[in-house]
């Protein structure tokens, strides 16, 4: 096939400027002309040039208020602009306004032609940077999914494996687990990256208000539709939708997506033609689905349209050893966002952390290490751990598509076995002991003692509390 040349749009009231270059350089370009401000606007909108020479000096509107006009459309060409006065005002204002360059009357076409080939250089070079800037986004993306733990690896080769297929994805897993990191990550190794990614929370939105949101209304479909809207599903065309809380979405509305599914078209509120768009679906939730179907609160058809891969997200309490690689990353992250300089955590607050069940998942664990570095000490974590321990909820629920598993508790017919719950409770043990024995060795000064434990004043304080210490003892 061969290569399409470069189109360049003329805009000059005298149609030999027009002639010359298309007779010099037509060979290497593809020239098109307008012979007054008005058609060249319209051209503009109607041929996509890729570069614009423009005249400053027309009657009626000068080159300089047709390059104001320009500036107002989304990703205008690069212009160059053409006068038959070498006037530094002009020059100026010109590239005040964005121009790109600016050519004296009378010139050499061969003077032209280093003029555009040069700035048609430079968009090739922006665009290879932007692309290398989308590329490095997302690395740094997948960057935030952190893991080698055999789920963690399991999981991204699914990802990598359907990235570039056209499947629905339906990721299930707890709150917390980073569906969202995954949904934005299949997106952007397909080959719809260059697209719209649209996410929509299915269940933040009003139930009577989600079906307008989802796929647009038409002008006097309801009170306050004062025009035509676009819903979120056109705005993903050619792109991918991801549907947060799929398991929320009322059951009125999910027949329509089911239509959406199989025939990639759909109706807006109050419309009667069929609008068809190319959107790729990827689904989350942390609900499970099968117990939905069968309380009448979920299509089963719609779950197996959208079943046709199913990624399951590891809560963290599953991959443990997961939790060194995660903290590490927050600290630098807000380390660098806070301006802090928080060092590693020391081996109890670590050993804390790999003892705790995280029902918040990832996202818990992340909100802690901010504290532990806005606020400056470690000691956040064990306060942080025994708070949370203290919750109404000490149950956490296994991942939506598992029976639910409770961790640390039995029925107290048998002793429990669990290992992070004994390992818990030994950390616990020895802290307690430990922070004992150096308040006695400093006959109760607690300054002294926080000092010696090199921990906060205020997290001793807050641990002879918690672990009922007195001076009697």
């Given at each position: 096939m061969a290569?399409l040349?470069?189109k360049?749009l ?11 270059l298309t007779?010099?350089?037509?060979s290497?370009?593809d ?18 040039p ?5 005249d400053?000096k ?11 006009r320009?500036?107002?459309?989304d990703?205008?060409p690069?212009?160059i ?5 070498a006037?530094t ?18 010139f ?7 003029h ?5 250089e ?16 997302v690395r ?9 733990s055999e789920?963690m690896?399991?999981?991204k080769?699914?990802?990598e ?6 499947l629905?994805?339906?990721?299930r ?15 952007a ?8 990614f649209?996410k ?15 796929f ?10 004062h025009k ?21 979405m009322?059951?009125?509305?999910q027949?329509?997506?089911l239509?959406?599914l ?6 807006r ?7 068809h768009?190319?959107v790729?679906?990827?689904?989350a ?22 079943n ?18 995660l903290?590490?990353h927050?600290?630098?992250?807000y380390?660098r966002q ?8 020391s ?5 804390r952390l ?13 909100n ?22 203290r ?7 296994a ?17 429990d076995?669990s290992?992070k719950?004994r390992?818990?409770?030994?950390v616990?043990s020895?802290?307690k002991?430990?922070?004992?024995e150096v308040?006695?060795r400093?006959?109760w000064?607690?300054r ?8 906060s004043?205020?997290?001793?304080l ?7 210490l007195?001076?009697?003892?």
């Open positions: 290569k040349k470069t360049i003329v805009i000059d009231d005298d149609p030999k400027v027009s002639w010359l007779e010099g350089l037509g290497n370009f020239f098109l002309s307008a012979t007054d401000a008005a058609e060249g606007i319209q051209m503009v909108s109607t041929e996509k890729d570069l614009i020479l423009l400053i027309m009657p009626g509107m000068s080159g300089l208020e047709v390059l104001e320009l500036n107002k459309m990703k205008r690069e212009v602009m053409i006068s038959g006065h006037d005002k002009f020059v100026v204002e010109s590239m005040k306004l964005g121009a790109a360059e600016f050519v004296v009357k009378p050499d076409v061969r003077e032209v032609e280093i555009v080939n040069g700035v048609l430079r968009v090739r070079l922006r665009g290879e940077v932007d692309l290398l800037k989308q590329e490095l986004k740094s993306d997948y960057s935030n999914f952190i893991g080698d789920p690896v399991r999981v080769g699914i990802i494996q359907v990235a570039d297929s056209e629905t994805v339906l990721i897993g707890e709150s917390g687990t980073g569906k969202e990191i995954v949904a934005r990550q299949l997106h190794l397909s080959g719809r990256k260059k697209a719209a649209v929509v929370n299915c269940a933040a939105i009003p139930r009577d208000l989600l079906e307008a949101e989802l647009g209304y038409e002008k006097g479909a309801f009170t306050g539709a035509n809207k676009q819903g979120r599903f056109e705005l993903a065309n050619k792109g991918t939708i991801f549907l947060d809380e799929i398991g929320d009322p059951l009125e509305l027949s329509k997506l239509q959406v199989e025939q990639q078209e759909f109706v509120v109050g419309g009667i033609q069929n609008i768009v190319d790729r679906i990827i689904c939730t942390n609900k499970n689905l099968e117990t939905a179907i069968d309380e009448k609160g979920f299509r089963d058809d719609l779950f197996y349209r959208l046709e891969i199913t990624l399951f997200l590891p809560p963290l309490r599953d991959r443990l050893e997961d939790i060194a690689l903290v590490s927050f600290l630098d992250k380390n806070y301006d802090r300089n928080h060092p590693s955590l081996v109890p607050a670590m050993d790999t003892s705790f069940a995280w029902p918040g998942n990832v996202r818990q664990l992340e802690m290490i901010k504290q532990v570095v806005v606020r400056g000490d470690e000691g956040i974590v064990s306060e942080l751990i025994l708070s949370a321990d919750q109404p909820a000490q149950l956490v629920t991942a939506a598509s598992q029976p639910p598993v409770a961790v640390g508790v039995t029925d107290g017919s048998e002793p076995f290992l719950t390992i818990g409770r030994t616990a020895e802290e002991r430990i922070i004992s308040l006695n400093t006959n000064n607690r002294k003692a926080a000092d010696l434990l090199q921990i004043y205020r997290s001793l807050y641990k002879i509390k918690d672990y009922n007195n001076a009697t003892k």
